[in-house]
C-alpha cells in the first residue's frame, strides 16, 4: 500500500547552510516518521554526499534487527536533494515468557518497505522554506495495518522536522 504525503517547512537559516544540513542527514531519512530506531547508519560510498551515494542503515525495533538501504538518487546543490531507501523487517520465529515462567512461541511476520523523500529547497523571507514530498510503499502484513501506521510515520515526521529545525537554527554561524 503507498503511504504520500507533503510537508513545508520554514527554517531561519540561509539556503545553503540548510541544504548541508539535510543532505549531511541523508542516511537517516527512513528513520523519519518509521518506528525502527536507527542503531547504525554507515556510508557506502566514497567522497561527498551527492547523487549515488549510498548508506547502509541498521535498525532495532522491539528487539528485532534490520537493515535496509539508503540512496541519494539527484543532488542539485542548494535546489533539491531525493533519497530513495529500502528494508525488509520481521520473518522470524520468536520465543517470550508470560508472567508464569510459560513460554510462548510466535512469528513475526515479514513485512518490506521502500520509498523516497524528495526535498526542495528555496529562499523565504530571511531563511529557507522546505517543500518535502514522500512516498513509502509497504508490502506484507504492514500493507492492512497502513492506516495505524501512516497516523504514527506522521506524527514522527512532524517531530523529526520540529527537532531539525530547532538544531539547524541553533547552529552559531
Do not use: C
Not at 539556503?15 to 554507515?42: H, K, L, M, N, T
Not at 528494508?87 to 511476520?109: D, K, L, M, V
Not at 513485512?111 to 528555496?122: H, L, Q, Y
Request: proline letters at 4%.
Amino acid at each position: 500500500m503507498l503511504l504520500e504525503r507533503d510537508w513545508e517547512i520554514v527554517v531561519d537559516k540561509p539556503v545553503d547552510e540548510v541544504f548541508a544540513a539535510f543532505a549531511e542527514r541523508a542516511g537517516r531519512v527512513p528513520a523519519w516518521g518509521g518506528s525502527p530506531e536507527v542503531a547504525q547508519v554507515r556510508k557506502l560510498t566514497e567522497g561527498p554526499v551527492g547523487a549515488g551515494s549510498r548508506y547502509l542503515l541498521s535498525a532495532e525495533h522491539r528487539g528485532r534487527h534490520a537493515e535496509g538501504t539508503v540512496e541519494v538518487t539527484d543532488y542539485d546543490p542548494d535546489q533539491a536533494i531525493k533519497i530513495a531507501w529500502s528494508g525488509e523487517f520481521g520473518g522470524h520465529w520468536e520465543q517470550r515468557f508470560g508472567a508464569a515462567g510459560i513460554a510462548n512461541f510466535f512469528y513475526s511476520p515479514r513485512w518490506a518497505t521502500n520509498g523516497t523523500i524528495e526535498a526542495r529547497f528555496a529562499e523565504h523571507d530571511n531563511g529557507t522554506r522546505i517543500d518535502l514530498h514522500g512516498e513509502n510503499n509497504l508490502s506484507g502484513w504492514a500493507g492492512p495495518a497502513s492506516l495505524i501506521m501512516r497516523w504514527f510515520a506522521y506524527r514522527r515526521i512532524n517531530g523529526d522536522l520540529a527537532r531539525f529545525k530547532s538544531v539547524v537554527e541553533s547552529a552559531r554561524d
